[in-house]
């Protein structure tokens, strides 16, 4: 099982920027495809966006491209989320997980999740 653990959520005006950031200890995450999801309050869980192993393709929602950036950073062993243009939609906890697939469109077969990182867009 692939221990993963999301940081850099926190309180951000609208129109704000935060970088969120995924670390895995005891293993090297540029073998996994990774993926972001979120879940806002009363809502179902969603994919956000996805990199892919190897080729590091990237995947984003409607909702959130343009304005959201994933990226690795292999000597760091670490993915991010870079997140601009925030809305108060975008308010939700935010999950690094581990896809069995990731393309330009779409991921699918997610296997192990994190705890999450509560993103909250408000003024």
């Known amino acids: 099982q692939v221990e993963l653990v999301e940081s850099g959520g926190g309180l951000v005006q609208p129109g704000g920027s935060l970088r969120l950031s995924c670390a895995a200890s005891?293993?090297?995450?540029?073998?996994?495809?990774i993926a972001w999801f979120r879940q806002a309050p009363g809502k179902e869980r969603e994919g956000v966006s996805c990199?892919?192993?190897?080729?590091?393709?990237?995947y984003y929602a409607d909702s959130v491209k343009g304005r959201f950036t994933i990226s690795r950073d292999k000597a760091k062993n670490m993915v991010y989320l870079q997140m601009s243009s925030l809305k108060p939609e975008d308010t939700a906890v935010y999950y690094c997980?581990?896809?069995?697939?990731?393309?330009?469109?779409?991921?699918?077969?997610?296997?192990?999740w994190g705890k999450g990182t509560l993103v909250t867009v408000s003024s």
């Open positions: 997980a581990t896809p069995s697939v990731c393309t330009p469109n779409g991921y699918y077969g997610v296997d192990d």
């Open positions: 990199i892919s192993r190897g080729n590091d393709d990237t």
């Open positions: 005891a293993f090297h995450l540029d073998y996994y495809s």
